[in-house]
């Protein structure tokens, strides 16, 4: 995962796989800083996404009430998945109808689209192989379980497989290319969707059996060997507990065990994923990801979709598919920042393609963008309210479109921190500008109605400061406290004035004093409101 050095320049490269010319112009990723950033029509972009539930896109009327709901949600880009069975119905016979039409209602209403390649895995399954794949078996092999019983997903250890989805996934970016190269309405591609080995922590069919009891691929070696002193814990305590051994099979180097099995998964799940990466990119290089669906803490692999690219096996899909340039986890499960921590330890981007669309999703994307630089957020199913006007989500995405200039310009620097907060969590001394700033839970303070009710919402925020004593807020039910760092002193409040960005300019509405500051004692928004506050500090 290689990211280019931020530059706004314009130019053209040779794409010597394809031998195409690309304008460099097309949304990438690239690095600012210690950031990695997406640039679109060559800014800064953040994805304030929604997932449609699986089959909607697949019927243009379905999506016509659709789109009017995005837009009162106020995304910017919409998660759409491209489905390889009517993509290619018959071999080598291509119907691109429903995307044009997908991109074309995408620019109606101006949003970006990140396009989802259903192709061979989607939720370990292969159901959205077409036909003439799912009915020759013998072409096209599945996987086998331990009692040779076969599943409805294709092996990836089959040669065949791999060409009629890197086939069809080429002819797709070659489309991407041709109707949207100038206008980039797609700009970014996940490629499958939750890919994860079941019911076993590995397949048994004959391909896999030999290539399991070969000596590992060299280049995963040299990716260990190389990366000794780097490895993510889980890899490195395995191979290292097994003596480190540079040269073997899979268990002589990574001992007998499920563990291993699902390493040896990941390595071929991902290589196989990387092949279509390349084959896709030396066409039209957008950024391309791969999700996963988190496991359930405690279940053994096969138990859950294994192998996928989930933090115990990151290094080997680092290793295995270096064209892939995000891991991206999937938000089922709860405690959201202990996720959010395993797949931003190693400085690796934050793209969230799926989180369930439920109450404090809001506070959450606060969180993410504040937080973790995160590049992408995204609830599933978006489409599924019947009230877009009143979903929190929307008023989040309202503010963070304001804020996406500010955000993106002061993340590089480290002046952005993320809340997020449950009852009686308290964020103690965050630096930001020449202050520490503390964040309660806006019920904290009692006044609040719901102040004695057992559960909280979780309440979100971010805060960017613009100068060492200027700050805007944004969230929801919070309560923030500023300290001096300098020693001895105490910090007052100049101004706090609530208001909003209009075309990037700051339009003040109220002076948030007196009952709204606690008498100058603290910035406050809260826990059903939403908005951005810019605030004055001085001390004394
Ligand atoms: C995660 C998958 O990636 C989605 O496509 C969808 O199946 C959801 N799970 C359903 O909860």
């Given at each position: 995962m290689k990211f280019k050095l931020f530059t706004i320049a314009i130019c053209v490269f040779f794409s010597p796989q394809s031998g195409a010319q690309v304008s460099t112009n097309i949304p990438r990723l690239v690095k600012n800083g210690k950031h990695v950033q997406l640039l679109?029509?060559?800014k800064p972009f953040l994805i304030l996404g929604g997932e449609?539930?699986?089959?909607?896109a697949s019927g243009n009327e379905y999506m016509r009430p659709i789109w009017p709901k995005l837009k009162q949600m106020n995304l910017n880009t919409v998660l759409a998945p491209v489905y390889w069975e009517l993509l290619e119905p018959v071999e080598g016979k291509f119907d691109f109808s429903s995307l044009d039409t997908l991109i074309k209602n995408a620019r109606l209403n101006k949003m970006k689209i990140v396009l989802l390649w259903f192709g061979a895995w989607k939720n370990s399954m292969s159901c959205y192989a077409p036909a003439w794949i799912k009915t020759n078996t013998t072409k096209y092999p599945r996987i086998l379980d331990k009692n040779g019983t076969p599943h409805e997903i294709l092996t990836p250890f089959n040669k065949n497989n791999l060409e009629a989805d890197v086939k069809v996934f080429t002819r797709l970016m070659q489309y991407i290319k041709q109707v949207d190269n100038r206008q980039n309405t797609v700009i970014t591609i996940q490629v499958e969707n939750e890919i994860g080995m079941l019911p076993d922590a590995r397949t048994y069919d004959e391909a896999a059996n030999s290539a399991f009891n070969k000596p590992i691929p060299e280049k995963l070696l040299t990716f260990l060997k190389t990366n000794k002193n780097h490895l993510l814990p889980e890899i490195k305590s395995i191979w290292e507990a097994n003596?480190?051994?540079?040269?073997?099979?899979w268990e002589e180097v990574f001992g007998k065990g499920l563990a291993t099995d699902e390493i040896?998964?990941?390595w071929?799940?991902?290589?196989f994923t990387n092949e279509l990466a390349v084959a896709g990119k030396a066409v039209y290089p957008l950024p391309m990801y791969v999700n996963a669906a988190l496991n359930r803490p405690g279940a053994k692999p096969g138990q859950y979709p294994s192998a996928g690219p989930l933090p115990h096996v990151m290094d080997i899909w680092k290793a295995a598919a270096p064209s892939i340039?995000?891991?991206?986890?999937?938000?089922?499960?709860?405690d959201f920042k202990h996720w959010c921590d395993l797949y931003t330890r190693a400085s690796d981007p934050l793209f969230i393609p799926e989180i369930r669309f439920e109450k404090g999703v809001d506070a959450k994307a606060f969180f993410a963008f504040g937080n973790y630089n995160c590049l992408a957020f995204s609830p599933f199913s978006i489409e599924s309210t019947d009230h877009p006007e009143a979903e929190p989500i929307g008023k989040v995405y309202d503010i963070l479109k304001q804020l996406s200039p500010l955000i993106t310009k002061y993340q590089p620097i480290g002046n952005v921190k993320g809340f997020l907060m449950e009852k009686d969590s308290i964020q103690k001394d965050?630096?930001?500008?020449?202050?520490?700033?503390?964040?309660?839970?806006?019920?904290?303070?009692?006044w609040s109605p719901g102040a004695k009710d057992s559960i909280w919402p979780l309440a979100g925020g971010v805060i960017i400061a613009v100068a060492p004593d200027e700050f805007y807020v944004a969230g929801n039910g919070l309560v923030i406290t500023f300290t001096p760092k300098a020693n001895g002193k105490k910090a007052g409040f100049i101004s706090i004035d609530e208001g909003k960005f209009q075309n990037e300019k700051w339009i003040p509405g109220r002076r948030m004093n007196g009952d709204q500051n606690h008498q100058g004692r603290h910035v406050r928004i809260p826990a059903n409101e939403y908005s951005i506050q810019r605030v004055k500090t001085y001390t004394y």
């Open positions: 679109v029509h060559n449609l539930g699986n089959s909607s003596g480190s051994k540079t040269s073997g099979n040896f998964m990941a071929y799940y991902a290589s340039d995000m891991l991206a986890p999937d938000f089922y499960n709860p965050i630096p930001v500008g020449d202050y520490l700033i503390t964040v309660h839970h806006e019920y904290k303070m009692g």
